[in-house]
């Protein structure tokens, strides 16, 4: 078996590298912010019909009540809400998202030798997996769970649908109060 070459390490790639981690860890600070759960304009989207599926996967764990009677994250606005926020941030703060997505995606395979995609996995696969990606030794992995984690808890507690379950009652101001 011929041995690996090791990579060759640049200073573009560095400088990437440490471009993602800063953005990951931007975003693992978001904590509560108003997020709109608009469509999509002129059918702009941020994510692909893939990387969406990816996300839908991810978040369908992270949101997990364990109440079977809690509404399915399929019928609330989460993951557009989650589209139309990235599309309104910084590209050099959500320009990684996409790829780590396909990380999460690829992940079981690439750090876990599991072969198979986090999509394929059952629900308790996808949770192992996800703890792993928590509790990886490598920061940049880290990172960006904690900030796909934060995108999917802002989107789905963003959403009217889910406020009854943490008792809250909604704004204490209604939408056009003021005028």
Do not use: K
Request: some cysteine; overall charge positive.
């Amino acid at each position: 078996m011929r041995p690996h070459p090791t990579p060759r390490t640049t200073r573009r790639g560095f400088l990437r590298l440490a471009g993602a981690t800063a953005a990951f860890a931007s975003l693992a600070q978001i904590r509560a912010l108003p997020i709109a759960a608009a469509p999509p304009t002129g059918g702009q989207r941020f994510f692909d019909a893939q990387e969406t599926e990816i996300l839908t996967r991810i978040a369908e764990r992270v949101c997990d009540t364990g109440d079977p009677a809690a509404l399915p994250l399929a019928e609330t606005g989460t993951i557009a809400s989650i589209d139309a926020f990235c599309r309104g941030l910084d590209p050099a703060l959500t320009g990684e998202l996409p790829l780590a997505l396909r990380l999460f995606e690829w992940g079981p395979f690439v750090f876990d030798w599991t072969f198979t995609r986090f999509t394929r996995m059952s629900e308790a696969e996808r949770d192992a997996s996800l703890r792993a990606w928590m509790t990886s030794r490598l920061a940049i992995r880290r990172q960006a769970f904690w900030a796909v984690r934060n995108l999917c808890l802002l989107g789905f507690y963003s959403q009217p649908e889910t406020w009854r379950r943490i008792g809250y009652q909604g704004p204490l101001v209604g939408a056009g109060a003021g005028t």
